[in-house]
Antibody, heavy 120, light 111 residues
Framework: QVQLVQSGAEVKRPGASVKLSCKAS????????FHWVRQAPGQGPEWMGT????????TYAQTLQGRLTVTRDTATSTFYMELSSLRSEDTAVYYC?????????????WGQGTLVTVSS | QSALTQPRSVSGSPGQSVTISCTGS?????????VSWYQHHPGQAPKLMIY???KRPSGVPDRFSGSRSGNAASLTISGLQAEDEGDYYC???????????FGTGTEVTVL
């Protein structure tokens, strides 16, 4: 079955970068869009960006353009999300999510989440 | 792009029905048939409950149903059960500029 397993919690200083991983299993990585979503404390989720099934094309939320990079390593079935120039407002739980193959624009499987804390 | 508006909390006794509203705009819920609902228990992965406004994924009980009227969507849980407690979020596609907007979240409590 489909599983998305994310890397562990991170604590970063303002201005630093963080790179999270999401290892996928149980399906072909080249068949779905893959997304990153985050949820800050007390707020609803926020869509961050996506990587096309081709593994090269990416689209990012306008608010994160220039700071966010999403990549894929097909050899290890792992997706990565790197966020740079961290600020306190980036403190959140970060989720990876697969776009449903038979129901575009919906997220049918999610990772368990990774807490990123940005603090001086 | 503002988040979709949901009530902070709803509650009901076992067996009752509850409805969660999700208010958006003509740029998201009112424009696309891509409204989804997610159940989330803190510390766990969110779970897709409804997609494309009113479709249920395999394995989701039929007591969960979705609908839309204009710029607002709703999730109804009929025959409420203790296991339905948790946080619920709506989500809508909002075009190729904004992409996706999520709701503010609703906590469902079974009394």
């Amino acid at each position: 079955q489909v599983q998305l397993v994310q890397s562990g919690a991170e604590v970063k200083r303002p201005g630093a970068s963080v790179k999270l991983s999401c290892k996928a299993s149980g399906y072909s990585l080249s068949s779905n869009f893959f997304h990153w979503v985050r949820q800050a404390p007390g707020q609803g989720p926020e869509w961050m960006g996506t990587i096309h099934p081709d593994g090269d094309t990416t689209t990012y939320a306008q608010t994160l353009q220039g700071r966010l990079t999403v990549t894929r390593d097909t050899a290890t079935s792992t997706f990565y999300m790197e966020l740079s120039s961290l600020r306190s407002e980036d403190t959140a739980v970060y989720y990876c999510a697969r776009e449903a193959p038979s129901a575009a624009k919906n997220f049918d499987f999610w990772g368990q989440g990774t807490l990123v804390t940005v603090s001086s | 792009q503002s988040a979709l508006t949901q009530p902070r909390s709803v509650s009901g006794s076992p067996g009752q029905s509850v409805t969660i509203s999700c208010t958006g705009s003509s740029n998201d819920i009112g424009a696309y048939n891509y409204v989804s609902w997610y159940q989330h228990h803190p510390g766990q992965a969110p779970k897709l409950m409804i997609y494309d406004v009113n479709k249920r994924p395999s394995g989701v009980p039929d007591r969960f149903s979705g609908s839309r009227s204009g710029n607002a969507a709703s999730l109804t849980i009929s025959g409420l059960q203790a296991e339905d407690e948790g946080d619920y979020y709506c989500c809508s596609f909002a075009g190729n500029s904004v992409h996706y907007v999520f709701g503010t979240g609703t906590e469902v409590t079974v009394l």
